[in-house]
């Protein structure tokens, strides 16, 4: 993390850019790294990137929602851990369906074939010519009341200090106990596929196989720990899930799916900041979360 | 002869079942065919079945032991080391089903008790330890059992409805999978179970038992009739567990119950759970002279553990293929994200390699424990 001294101005370029996750999840655990050894310095820089963000632009009302939430997300990073609580309001009539979300968040946490955090649900209704489509990005709900985690027989997944429920690789044994549990399919399990190993293609045929390769080898940052896959080594044989993107959340940044969703539909936040904008629109008649019958408390509201 | 042949299948099991150690162990869960949404498959199923007939065969060992029926007397080890040689079985299938069996011990040094899963480890595991003691005391008490053996049996016997009954609230206590949390899974395990153990007695009987014992007739015409009472009362269970869940038509119960009955594996239901399990049993082990010879007996018995095996297949599978939300099933493709599921060679091979090394090691103990050729020589001096 900068130092407020150094911290350049934010033009709205490049904070667009570091938002789309191209600054690297090396950075962000770089990052991590001096957060935990200085956390003054960092309290320091999220003032400065603050003030930096609203020299550009000031009135709430004009800005990019982005740019309003990561202000927000920078202001509850002030307070302590658990004075925050992480939530996601999804609106559905933003939603175009277009899968960005599902693909950022692959792309952010290196999911290989088989696991995936957030898929967007496409449901078709009526009948010609009243024909409408819904589409319904899921990721984990975070539930308050969740019933995946009493069922670890080892404490493998639980609720952090932030509300969100993590999984302890080192620690899960992969008995997908919590799988079963999850009411909306949220978790799924790491079987140790790569997408290019065993391809059936000619030796040199695709251009860049090697990268590609080497690619799909390199470390994701979940959790803020650098995990390559190799042999069968976690999360390899664990259960896996949306975490809201807590290691760019942590340094500042929205988690990957918020920001690629081009119809700006999924909006992230504290819901204990009462200014914050998931505060607001979470407090609309017209949100719902799934399945509240079972009394699960998702943190993940939906906007119908 | 009868007892060569099983040496030679039981052997050509474990050879089947090499493939899909090997695959297993150094390979990994690739070539499974359980996955994300169908998250427990043939070995889960197979967990709970060996399971439930470890637990039911202790059950079953207390006619000897702790009522002392003198019409079992002596077989009381057969039951006891049926359920010492299916308990690791039922642990091997679990294990291999875990994406890091390596890290089973931190079940052990770092439990959630609140976790059934964790419950049942540690509830095996003693219930494991139980059986040995008890095997252990009738090795050196062959005779009458005494009052310390009575009370172990006690303790045994409250156990394995325990163990049994909690594999059943493994499933029940997830809510939202309607279908095993109406159908009251752990009142109806432990009479699975106790059905299996008496199954697997009358088929030990049946092919194992003293030549010369006088009694054999009668054993197995005791249990064959026990066998019909439990299957009768396990049709009655599963229906009125279809009958309640179509009648209230929540959809979810309703889908997960038409996928057993009706869906594309309807046959497992109705042939093999159905027919050859539960009616052809019960027909021909009320004919009185066919229940007594070994051959009908033993075979009879088989086919009831393989029903009760399908049954519990059809207790874990269907309520998984239901999707939890609409649409999930076709939101994202990959490997293991299906809801649809019929177990891989690999998984049929590891099961088999497992069954093939259960029924070895009850050989091999039949044969060379000394405390069976006790019970033969009192049979002969008797
Ligand atoms: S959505 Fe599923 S995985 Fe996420 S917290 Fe709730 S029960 Fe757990
Ligand atoms: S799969 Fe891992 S996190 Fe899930 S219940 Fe099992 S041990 Fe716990």
């Known amino acids: 993390m900068n130092t407020s001294a150094e911290v350049k101005e934010v033009t709205r370029r490049n904070f667009l850019r570091g938002a789309a996750g191209l600054t690297g999840a090396a950075v962000a655990l770089a990052a991590l790294d001096e957060l935990e050894a200085h956390p003054e310095t960092a309290l320091a820089s999220y003032e400065a990137q603050i003030a930096a963000l609203q020299a550009v632009n000031n009135d709430p009302t004009q800005m990019d929602v982005l740019e309003r939430m990561r202000i927000e997300l920078l202001r509850a990073l002030q307070k302590p851990v658990e004075d925050r609580r992480w939530i996601m309001v999804i609106d559905l009539r933003k939603c175009v369906g277009c899968h960005a979300c599902t693909i950022a968040c692959v792309a952010e946490n290196k999911l290989p074939p088989g696991v995936v955090y957030r898929p967007v649900l496409e449901e078709e209704f009526g009948e010609y010519p009243n024909v409408t489509r819904r589409f319904t990005p899921r990721p984990c709900m975070q539930c308050e009341n969740p019933p995946c985690t009493p069922v670890c027989p080892v404490e493998a997944t639980y609720t952090n200090a932030e509300g969100v429920v993590v999984v302890d690789y080192d620690q899960c044994i992969g008995c997908r106990a919590c799988i079963a549990a999850c009411p909306y399919g949220a978790r799924t399990s790491d079987f140790g596929l790569t997408y290019t190993e065993d391809l059936p293609v000619a030796d040199n045929l695709i251009v860049g196989m090697d990268t590609a390769e080497a690619y799909e080898r390199a470390s994701n940052f979940e959790y803020g720990e650098a995990r390559s896959r190799k042999g069968h080594s976690s999360p390899i044989g664990n259960a896996r899930k949306c975490h809201f993107c807590l290691h760019r959340v942590r340094v500042g940044e929205l988690p990957a799916c918020v920001t690629t969703c081009i119809g700006r539909a999924t909006l992230f936040g504290d819901a204990n900041d009462p200014h914050s904008l998931v505060a607001e629109m979470s407090a609309k008649p017209n949100v719902i979360r799934l399945k509240e019958e079972l009394g699960t408390e998702p943190r993940v509201y939906y906007l119908v | ?382």
Do not use: C
């Not at chain 2, 005494?146 to 499933?171: D, E, N, Q, R």
């Open chain 2, 1 to 382: 002869m009868t007892k060569k042949a099983i040496y030679g299948l039981s052997v050509l099991a474990v050879v089947l079942g090499l493939y899909g150690f090997y695959s297993r162990l150094f390979i990994g869960e690739r070539e499974v065919n359980y996955g994300s949404f169908v998250t427990w498959g043939l070995w889960v199923a197979m967990y709970l079945f060996f399971a439930g007939v470890a637990s039911g065969s202790y059950m079953v060992a207390t006619l000897d032991y702790l009522f002392e029926i003198p019409l079992f007397k002596g077989v009381g080890k057969y039951a006891l080391w049926g359920a010492m040689v299916t308990l690791p079985a039922a642990l091997m299938s679990i294990g291999f089903d875990l994406g890091h069996m390596e890290r089973i011990w931190k079940v052990y040094l770092n439990p959630n008790f609140s976790s059934l899963l964790a419950q049942m480890v540690w509830g095996y595991t003693i219930f494991g330890m139980v059986i040995l003691l008890t095997l252990w005391m009738v090795f050196r008490s062959p005779e009458k059992p005494p009052l310390a053996l009575k009370l172990l049996m006690v303790v045994g016997f409250i156990m394995a409805i325990f163990v049994s009954g909690g594999v059943g609230a493994l499933l029940g206590v997830n809510a939202s999978r309607l279908v095993w949390h109406v159908g009251l899974l752990p009142a109806q395990f432990p009479i699975f179970s106790a059905a299996t153990g008496f199954a697997l007695l009358l088929v030990i009987l049946a092919f194992f038992g003293p030549e010369d014992d006088p009694r054999l007739g009668q054993q197995l015409r005791v249990l064959g009739i026990t066998v019909i009472v439990m299957l009768i009362v396990k049709t009655y269970i599963l229906w009125a567990d279809f009958s309640m869940s179509l009648y209230s038509g929540v959809p979810q119960n309703v889908d997960a119950i038409n996928e057993v009955l009706f869906g594309q594996y309807w046959w497992a239901f109705w042939i093999i759970q159905i027919i050859l399990g539960t009616v052809l049993p019960v027909i021909v082990l009320a004919i009185p002279n066919l229940s007594r010879q070994r051959l009908w007996a033993g075979v009879m018995g088989l086919l009831v553990l393989v029903g009760f095996a399908a049954a519990r297949a059809n207790i874990v599978f269907p309520a998984l293929t239901i999707p939890e939300l609409e649409g999930l099933a076709t939101a994202f493709s990959g490997p293991h994200l299906s809801f649809e599921y019929f177990p891989s060679l690999m998984e049929w091979s590891v099961t088999v390699g497992i069954m093939g090394l259960a029924t070895l090691a009850f050989l091999i103990g039949l044969d060379r424990l000394p405390f069976f050729k006790k019970v033969q020589d009192l049979s002969h001096e008797r």
